[in-house]
């Protein structure tokens, strides 16, 4: 998994692994105020799912 945080598309999810062998942490903030958190590989890649997911049906896009 590679650096997935964004760069232009702020508010958006953010994904941080502070040193290798450690779990990747991630966040995600929506202009429409839904937030979201995970820690660990497999939670952070079901969060960037969510995160993509709710992009499709945000009241807010
Ligand atoms: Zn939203």
Do not use: F, K
């Not at 964004?6 to 995600?28: I, K, N, Q």
């Amino acid at each position: 998994m590679g650096d997935l945080a964004p760069t232009s598309d702020w508010p958006g999810v953010h994904v941080t692994r502070r040193a290798r062998g450690l779990p990747a942490s991630g966040s995600y903030t929506c202009r429409c105020g839904t937030t979201g958190r995970a820690q660990g590989d497999d939670n952070v890649r079901d969060l960037v799912a969510e995160w993509i997911d709710h992009r499709n049906t945000c009241p807010h896009r």
